[in-house]
């Protein structure tokens, strides 16, 4: 009998393990695939190791830093600065027509830069930052306003307006077009108040740092092991059952499988209210340079364009969206010494049914003419690139959806969060993206805290 199982061994559940291992508790992770981390893992390719999901980590602070989200986690989780090993960002832009803002780790850079394009939004900006809610009242609102509606009274620009939702939701944005304000005021503080980094071997090295110190403290982890069904009596869960039959039995279970993927794991009915229109997924594109992006012109970190007044976050009609995107390249971090090749990871809206509907021999081909459709939107906005490229990679909705299991490819989970982590079953709770927090640092505070919360009381 375990006090708590996790299902998924990504960021929030290697978190929550941590925490609860480190009381204690009896824990053990399952993991369907092979590899931990979901989203945000690693491959080899041809000799490399590639990120999966990870552009940059937001919510940057300087070591020694005793505030802020990755403060409190690295507390929460005994772990150090230097086990993460983090570089600043060398500098990112917005990019629509005619306007660029650029933007650094230091807020005032963006405050002057909006003042130099939108010399009326400056005072509207700094009534924007002290109304954004703190990381502390996350969740405690019954119903969060729209951030479209916040912002929208706040900046009168729309042109300001819209540039400002770009990063924002192309980082988080589960849903169609808008999220809660409470998540606006999250996100917007993780990028522009605290602001980008990444460590220099990748995620390999934060999941190293998570995975280690959860086997140190004595928690389990079982790989390929895929849960089939969470077994239920009188509104609780009982155990849960392993595809190969196994049978696991626990007092409480978390999940970061996802608020519907779950829900479906169980063996009572419950109505799952989640539309397939308002899931949000991506392609993206990875080239492998013989060059080094500033040799080729290319400085920024990243860069999110939009090539119309209008930025348009929803679901495409096509296979995907080349009106806009994010272009990052991993060597345009400070590092104490460059990356041994030249990266450019490029990331667009794409439509899961479209991707779902070609047989294998269709979905090579449509991969590899999005790849040509993709750089060529992109070198609109960045130097052009591809004479230097030497090899490619491309991952889809169905790559999402096959390594994360959320259903459509969605990135960010459901459109509606669970932000209490809560369920129908006393004992079963949620982390991870449906709780409400996204990227990798919101991943691990989620995990840490529905462990907190609930499991440690």
Not at 58 to 72: C, D, F, I, M
Not at 228 to 247: F, S, Y
Not at 433 to 447: E, F, P
Request: contains cysteine; hydrophobic residues 45%.
């Amino acid at each position: 009998m375990y006090d708590t199982i996790i299902i998924g061994a990504g960021m929030s559940g290697l978190a929550a393990g941590i925490r609860l291992a480190h009381f204690g508790k009896r824990v053990c992770i399952l993991e369907r695939h092979s590899a931990i981390g979901g989203l945000n893992s690693f491959y080899q390719q041809h000799g490399r190791t590639l990120d999966v999901g990870l552009h940059a980590l937001t919510n940057y602070a300087p070591k020694g830093t005793r505030r802020g989200p990755l403060a409190r986690l690295l507390r929460q989780l005994r772990l150090t600065w230097d086990e993460w090993g983090l570089a600043e960002q060398l500098g990112s832009a917005i990019m629509f027509p005619e306007v660029t803002l650029r933007f650094s780790n230091h807020f005032d850079f963006f405050a002057s830069e909006v003042e130099r394009r939108f010399p009326a939004e400056v005072d509207h900006l700094q009534r924007l930052v002290s109304a954004l809610r703190d990381y502390d009242d996350f969740g405690r609102a019954a119903i969060a306003p729209s951030a479209r509606q916040v912002v929208g009274g706040i900046i009168r620009d729309p042109l300001l307006v819209e540039m400002l939702f770009c990063p924002i939701l192309f980082y988080g944005g589960a849903r169609p077009h808008d999220l809660g304000f409470d998540q606006f005021s999250i996100l917007f503080r993780s990028i522009f108040l605290e602001g980008l980094s990444r460590p220099l071997a990748g995620i390999q090295r934060i999941l190293k740092a998570l995975v280690g110190r959860y086997k140190e403290m004595g928690g389990e982890l079982r790989l390929r092991a895929a849960v089939d069904r969470i077994v239920v009596q009188r509104g609780a869960v009982e155990k849960v059952t392993l595809e190969d039959g196994a049978e696991l039995e626990a007092r409480n279970v978390l999940s970061s499988a996802g608020w519907a993927e779950t829900l479906r794991m169980c063996d009572t009915g419950c109505p799952i209210e989640d539309a397939a229109d308002q899931r949000m997924s991506f392609v993206e594109s990875i080239s492998i340079l013989n060059a080094q992006p500033d040799a080729l012109g290319h400085h920024k970190t990243i860069v999110f364009f939009n090539d119309s007044p209008t930025f348009r976050y929803e679901k495409p009609d096509d296979l995907i969206d080349v009106r806009s995107g994010t272009i990052c390249s991993p060597n345009n971090f400070a590092y104490a010494e460059p990356l041994r090749e030249g990266m450019v990871r490029i990331s667009m809206l794409a439509n899961y049914d479209r991707w779902a509907a070609l047989d294998p021999a269709a979905y090579a081909r449509a991969k590899l003419r999005c790849y040509d459709r993709i750089t060529a939107s992109a070198i609109r906005f960045v130097p052009d690139f591809r004479g230097a490229v030497v090899d490619i990679d491309m991952f889809t909705p169905l790559t999402i959806r096959r390594f994360t299991g959320h259903a459509d490819g969605a990135v960010y989970g459901s459109a509606r969060k669970r932000l209490d982590g809560t369920t129908h079953l006393k004992n079963l709770f949620i982390c991870g993206n449906d709780q409400g927090l996204v990227g990798i640092v919101g991943a691990i505070l989620s995990g840490i805290s529905i462990a907190n919360r609930h499991l440690l009381k």
